[in-house]
């Protein structure tokens, strides 16, 4: 507490000693600002691409533009052209995408900071990252990808980095659209927006709806698909734009539910490559159903250009009941599904059951209701002042949050026969029986960096501050009231500092170096005594420019002294959520962007291309025997799971004034799905593949486009994953036709 409270007063300090600085400088300052010496807003990482390629880290930033080319819904498609990102995909619509950063565990995507409007967006970022809600990426303006150094002003997570999903802004004058698209699966998605701005007030008003029949295959032809509404409101007050002192308030409302008919069961080798897109009938009753409400207010003061305060208040609720087959009985042996399909000859008879080939006996199937409350709740601050000396720019930020997150676990399971491949419930369990705890977080975290421009050097050194009680209280099985006749109660406290210092040096205005060194951080469960995950991280890349061809080419190597592991459902282990230490890991790399244009002399028709190349090397530097599924029994010199070694994307985009094509191949190499080294086992396998998706406009006028895209245009037959249990297929041919409206 009382280091919080000297945060405080330094940050209080600062701000009374920059308002002098303001006046002292001001005539210093040039008349004409570079745009990376604009103040950024608060709920931005970078805000546009110029910024973005000139910090002193690697960094991308998705525009509006890149995002419209294929109209995705699948953020996993969407980050495909950005190098440093690898995912492993597991029902084929990313709904819940596993999406890792430089190396880092892609389970749940728990292991980046997840932001939205750059506040974080996972149901319990501190207590339980894993992100079974991610903001959709149709109804986002950019998407804003952070590896590099400077991790100090984004947390807690930073290691391999951040992503922040910017929702669709208030815009400066009336304007609105509406885009339909239809196709394969009866998959569709409709968009309406509009907003507008006047002198002293703005809005905007979205929704979205998304949703498909799905393409797996019941037998009895039940949905396989999923359903999303999404309402997002806007509304902001300021004063008027030649005021002194610029103020302004902005409130954002978002809500969003979901029911997806998705389970986890996959299938097993054999009846993967008889029939891919099948799903046995013992996951007939399998569902997902998610409710999520956002609250967010922001102000902003501006005492002068360059000198700003903006602070955050946020609120988030998000409650979550997947009801899935978790285990089958026979003859009173019960075993969990992933066990059953990875061994489907040794589970002979369980097997049948779960296939629907044979008439059960009452509770052969039992289903986990994984009933869970998440909420996630704090306040941010951020003083962000920029001045000019001779030859020099200056800028320090300072960062301050509060935050409170809980995740709330009430559930049980429930007994089914199947008979004629149709279940039927047999029995009820005992609520709270399956997981009767609450777990929760207190963090205080703050920031400092210090920005410094010499002539053609930029310097970037900073300093975070995580201050994280963790707690968990556990009802157990027999207290469904939680009247704590049998409370077990732990609690667990960090409390580190996480340095990192970057630089940025320009040869010219046609080739950059950069790089840097920082701390790597997650938090570690709420076990007493157990070490959060550490390492020290390091990169070194140029951005170049060498006539029509632009690029970036950087490198880096991630040492961990301490990697955590946790036990997930969706990995195949118990869904305990607890973590466990994987000891010493060391992550290399190499990231690769080309871009060219092809018809630079051509006033009629452009013809881009794009090249990405991710090259990660894993290697753990200890044995250690893990009794969880992702990892098994780890020797030195083993890979890591489901990270690949090689992928690339390319894309090539014909672009006219009244028509474009857009055409995007993603090569995704072979991945383990257990630890080990040399040759992958082929039931630990994961094999390579290469997808291209197909995108097309036809612009009518500027307020109409056509427009028409396609999923898997060679219909390749793929496998995905093998968790949580059994292998899963990803998308197959799909074709959608739409329409835009803008006015």
């Given amino acids: 507490m009382n280091t919080r409270i000297a945060l405080s007063l330094l940050a209080l300090s600062i701000s009374i000693m ?54 995705y819904t699948d953020i996993n498609r969407a980050l495909q052209s950005v190098p440093g990102v690898t995912f492993y995909e597991e029902d084929g619509f990313g709904l819940r995408p596993n999406i ?23 149901p319990a970022p501190y207590s339980a990252p894993a992100a079974y809600y991610f903001p959709s990426v149709g109804r986002m303006q950019a998407v804003e990808i952070l590896k590099g150094s400077s991790q100090v002003q984004f947390g807690p997570f930073t290691t391999g980095g951040a992503i922040n999903m910017i929702s669709a802004q208030i815009p400066d004058k009336l304007n609105g659209e509406i885009r339909a698209s239809y196709g394969a699966f009866d998959t569709q998605q409709v968009l309406a927006r509009i907003g507008d701005s006047k002198k002293n007030i703005g809005y905007m008003v979205e929704y979205l709806n998304f ?34 002192l610029k103020q302004a308030l902005e409130a954002k409302f978002h809500y969003y539910d979901e029911r997806s ?44 250009k360059n000198f700003r305060i903006t602070t955050n208040g946020y609120y988030n609720k998000f409650s979550r009941n997947w009801f899935k087959l978790d285990d089958v009985v026979f003859n009173g042996d019960k ?4 066990n059953v399909v990875n061994n489907p000859i040794q589970f002979e008879n369980h097997m049948a059951i779960v296939r629907g080939d044979v008439d059960s006996a009452s509770d052969a199937l039992l289903l986990k209701a994984n009933n869970r409350v998440y909420y996630s709740k704090g306040i941010q601050t951020k003083l962000d002042y920029h001045w000019y000396g001779d030859n020099t720019f200056h800028d320090i930020e300072v960062g301050l949050r509060y935050h409170y997150d809980e995740e709330d676990r009430f559930q049980w399971e429930d007994g089914y026969s199947i008979i004629d491949q149709e279940m039927s419930r047999t029995s009820l369990g005992p609520r709270g029986a399956q997981g009767n705890r609450i777990s929760s977080a207190k963090a205080f975290a703050a920031y400092t960096m210090y920005k410094l421009k010499y002539n053609n050097l930029t310097l970037t050194p900073g300093l975070r501050y995580e201050n994280i009680l963790l707690q968990r209280e556990n009802f157990g099985s027999d207290d469904p009231n939680r009247t704590g006749s049998d409370l077990a109660f732990r609690e667990n406290e960090v409390d580190i500092f996480i340095p990192g210092i970057g630089f940025n040096y320009a040869f010219s205005d046609n080739i950059a170096v950069f790089g840097g060194v920082h701390k ?18 390091y990169e070194l890349g140029s951005r170049f420019t060498i006539g029509q061809l632009r690029g970036e080419l950087v490198v880096f190597y991630n040492d961990y002294s301490n990697l955590l592991g946790s036990d997930l459902a969706a990995t195949g282990g118990t869904g305990s959520l607890d973590q466990f230490n994987a000891g010493e890991v060391a992550v290399s790399g190499l990231e690769l962007l080309l871009n060219y244009e092809l018809l630079s002399n ?57 028509y474009e094509l857009n055409l995007s191949g993603r090569y995704n190499g072979e991945f383990r799905t257990l630890a080990g080294s040399g040759d992958i086992p082929n039931d630990e396998l994961v094999a390579s593949n290469f997808i291209i998706d197909f995108s097309a ?8 486009s056509f427009t028409g895209n396609i999923i898997n245009m060679l219909d390749e037959v793929y496998a995905v994953s093998r968790v949580p249990a059994g292998l899963r297929p990803g998308h197959p041919f799909g074709a959608n036709l739409g329409l835009e409206f803008r006015f």
């Fill in 18 to 71: 920059l308002q002098a600085q303001e006046k002292k400088n001001k005539k210093l300052k040039d008349s004409i600002q570079n745009l990376d010496e604009v103040i950024i807003n608060t709920n931005y990482i970078f805000g546009n691409k110029y910024v973005a390629k000139n910090r002193t880290g690697s960094a991308y930033y998705l525009s509006p533009e890149e995002l419209k080319k294929f109209s």
């Fill in 100 to 122: 890792s950063l430089r190396g880092t565990s892609p389970q749940r995507s728990a292991k980046i900071s997840l932001m939205e409007d750059g506040v974080l967006i996972a």
């Fill in 211 to 244: 949703g498909s029949n799905g393409f797996k295959n019941l037998p009895d032809n039940s949905n396989t698909g999923f359903d999303i509404n999404e309402f997002t409101a806007k509304f902001r007050v300021n004063t008027n734009p030649d005021a002194k």
């Fill in 261 to 304: 008919n998705e389970t986890y069961l996959g299938l097993t080798e054999n009846d993967f490559e008889s029939s891919p897109y099948s799903r046995y009938a013992s996951s007939q009753d399998d569902r997902m159903t998610a409710e999520q409400i956002q609250l967010m207010l922001t102000h902003t003061i501006d005492f002068s």
């Fill in 335 to 338: 075993q969990g599904i992933a």
């Fill in 520 to 537: 790597g951080f997650s938090p570690p469960g709420s076990e007493e005594g157990e070490k959060p995950e550490e390492s020290i991280n």
């Fill in 602 to 658: 051509n006033s009629d028709f452009k013809l881009p291309v794009t090249f990405g190349y991710t090259f990660t090397n894993t290697v753990f530097l200890n044995s250690f025997g893990s009794n969880e599924g992702i990892w098994g029994d780890v020797n030195e010199g083993d890979q890591l799971p489901y990270i690949p070694m090689h992928q690339f994307n390319v894309m090539l985009s014909l672009e006219h004034s009244k």
């Fill in 697 to 704: 406009k036809y612009h009518v006028s500027k307020n109409l």
